[in-house]
């Protein structure tokens, strides 16, 4: 017998019973981000491997150690989507979507990291991402935090995450400050764990964003990005910080939230919680003018943010915050036994359908006893089993059974069923 073929680690399928939720939350947030102009946007998973290596930096964790690379077969470096922001770039730019234009997009799909995977972490994960192109003034910004923070209000989590906010000032600011915080962390480097060492040439900004303990004496005394921010992105950060107070939006300014990918200038903040343990992100992002420049095209400011959606599921699930009606999947399930039956019960279902286009209905196929049929309209978690023998056939009756055990059982003519569903399905 052959080995059963197994998913890739941490490759997971989501399964029937948990696609509700799934669609529950993208159908969310897709309704959300119509109601504020944002579009939809579709990149491919597969890109150039020199778009990442361009964008997010060639001494980064992501392109070191954990992308998805291959040749293909005509020798052309591809990868595997590792984040969205720099393939939403290279679409607009490619597309002419930028130049002299505004732009407020939205996606969602897989990303791929080759990561170790634990809870709320995965190989193949998946992100919702919100970018907007054209706009450089701090009214975006708030945007995109109001926007999050009315969706968290949606989703019955805004009591469960917490606002922090920074900003990385302009890439000259950031230059001055990385040689002082450099000098600072060579003076301490006997108590720099492996990956601090490794970050202290190549990312040095990222050793402040260490979670480990015996560093966090150190690092409070390090020097303040604060101390060094150039004239503009103060006033900027100022501005983001009184529209967000004027809106009544909490939040907590963390000098060590700096974000791990070299694009990111000005504002960045995150969306954080405490009931996932070590993941505690769910939303991150932030203002990255100088990428659209980087990767080839004009000037253009641009800041968005990403969703990472299995921690956003995780975090409804465990607060218990999926509305039941999420996997209510149908109203009613229609059983046919008899001769010649199951045609009927077929034309019957499409007449419902026809009559009331919102009703979900499932018609048993292949045939079995009553008691079997029964079984399976239970297990369907219908509301309602619509019945039909012979008798109700020959009759254009159908019989309609209260599968919750709240309504007596009824037998009514086929032609009134689709409105006596919609009178008594709330």
């Given at each position: 017998?052959?080995?059963?073929?197994?998913?890739?680690?941490?490759?997971n399928?989501?399964?029937?019973?948990?696609?509700?939720?799934?669609?529950?939350?993208?159908?969310t947030?897709?309704?959300?981000?119509?109601?504020?102009?944002?579009?939809?946007?579709?990149?491919?998973?597969?890109?150039?491997?020199?778009?990442?290596?361009?964008?997010?930096?060639?001494?980064?964790?992501i392109?070191?150690k954990e992308?998805?690379?291959?040749?293909?077969?005509?020798?052309d470096s591809l990868t595997?989507?590792?984040?969205?922001?720099?393939g939403?770039?290279?679409?607009?730019?490619?597309?002419g979507l930028?130049y002299n234009q505004?732009?407020?997009?939205?996606?969602?799909?897989?990303?791929?990291?080759?990561?170790?995977?634990q809870?709320?972490?995965?190989?193949?994960?998946?992100?919702?991402?919100?970018?907007?192109?054209?706009i450089?003034?701090?009214?975006?910004d708030?945007?995109l935090?109001?926007l999050?923070?009315?969706?968290?209000?949606q989703?019955?989590?805004?009591?469960?995450?917490?606002?922090q906010l920074?900003?990385?000032?302009?890439s000259?600011a950031?230059?001055?400050?990385?040689?002082a915080?450099v000098a600072?962390?060579?003076?301490?480097?006997a108590l720099?764990d492996?990956?601090s060492l490794?970050?202290?040439?190549s990312?040095?900004?990222?050793?402040?964003?260490?979670?480990n303990p015996?560093?966090?004496?150190m690092?409070?005394?390090?020097?303040s990005?604060?101390?060094?921010?150039d004239d503009?992105?103060r006033?900027?950060?100022d501005k983001?910080?009184?529209?967000?107070?004027?809106?009544?939006?909490?939040?907590?300014v963390n000098?060590?939230?700096?974000r791990?990918?070299?694009?990111y200038?000005k504002t960045v903040f995150?969306?954080?919680?405490?009931?996932?343990?070590?993941?505690g992100?769910?939303?991150?992002?932030?203002?990255y003018?100088?990428?659209?420049?980087?990767?080839g095209?004009?000037?253009?400011?641009?800041?968005?943010?990403?969703?990472g959606?299995?921690?956003?599921?995780l975090l409804?699930?465990?607060?218990?915050?999926?509305?039941q009606?999420v996997y209510?999947?149908l109203?009613?399930?229609?059983c046919a036994v008899?001769?010649?039956?199951?045609?009927?019960?077929?034309?019957?279902?499409d007449?419902?359908?026809?009559?009331?286009e919102?009703?979900?209905?499932?018609?048993?196929?292949?045939g079995g006893?009553?008691?079997?049929?029964?079984k399976?309209a239970?297990?369907s978690g219908?509301?309602?089993?619509l019945l039909?023998?012979?008798?109700?056939v020959?009759?254009?009756q159908?019989?309609?059974k209260d599968?919750?055990?709240?309504?007596e059982?009824v037998?009514?003519?086929?032609?009134?069923?689709?409105?006596?569903?919609?009178?008594?399905?709330?």
């Amino acid at each position: 017998m052959s080995k059963k073929i197994q998913a890739v680690r941490g490759m997971n399928d989501i399964l029937p019973a948990q696609s509700p939720v799934w669609q529950y939350l993208e159908g969310t947030v897709a309704e959300l981000l119509g109601s504020y102009g944002y579009n939809e946007i579709r990149m491919p998973i597969v890109e150039s491997t020199n778009l990442f290596k361009r964008s997010i930096g060639e001494v980064t964790d992501i392109v070191e150690k954990e992308m998805y690379t291959f040749d293909d077969r005509n020798g052309d470096s591809l990868t595997l989507r590792p984040e969205g922001t720099a393939g939403c770039v290279r679409a607009c730019e490619e597309h002419g979507l930028l130049y002299n234009q505004t732009q407020r997009l939205w996606y969602t799909g897989p990303m791929f990291r080759h990561e170790r995977p634990q809870k709320g972490r995965y190989r193949q994960f998946y992100q919702i991402g919100v970018e907007t192109y054209g706009i450089a003034s701090a009214d975006i910004d708030a945007e995109l935090i109001l926007l999050t923070a009315r969706l968290w209000q949606q989703l019955g989590l805004a009591d469960s995450v917490t606002l922090q906010l920074n900003t990385l000032g302009s890439s000259e600011a950031r230059a001055a400050y990385r040689e002082a915080l450099v000098a600072y962390l060579t003076e301490h480097k006997a108590l720099l764990d492996e990956d601090s060492l490794r970050r202290l040439d190549s990312n040095p900004l990222r050793v402040l964003d260490s979670k480990n303990p015996d560093m966090q004496a150190m690092l409070a005394g390090a020097p303040s990005l604060f101390d060094y921010l150039d004239d503009d992105s103060r006033e900027h950060f100022d501005k983001l910080r009184s529209i967000l107070d004027a809106a009544g939006i909490a939040y907590e300014v963390n000098p060590r939230l700096v974000r791990g990918l070299d694009y990111y200038c000005k504002t960045v903040f995150e969306w954080v919680t405490d009931k996932l343990g070590a993941q505690g992100t769910v939303c991150a992002g932030g203002r990255y003018d100088g990428l659209v420049e980087q990767l080839g095209g004009k000037a253009t400011p641009a800041v968005g943010f990403a969703m990472g959606v299995e921690r956003l599921i995780l975090l409804l699930e465990s607060l218990e915050c999926v509305p039941q009606a999420v996997y209510q999947t149908l109203d009613a399930y229609v059983c046919a036994v008899g001769d010649d039956t199951d045609q009927a019960a077929l034309l019957l279902s499409d007449r419902l359908r026809n009559e009331q286009e919102w009703l979900r209905i499932q018609t048993h196929c292949g045939g079995g006893s009553f008691k079997s049929q029964m079984k399976k309209a239970d297990k369907s978690g219908a509301r309602f089993a619509l019945l039909l023998g012979e008798s109700e056939v020959a009759q254009q009756q159908v019989t309609i059974k209260d599968l919750r055990g709240e309504l007596e059982q009824v037998q009514i003519a086929q032609q009134d069923a689709a409105a006596w569903l919609a009178q008594h399905i709330n």
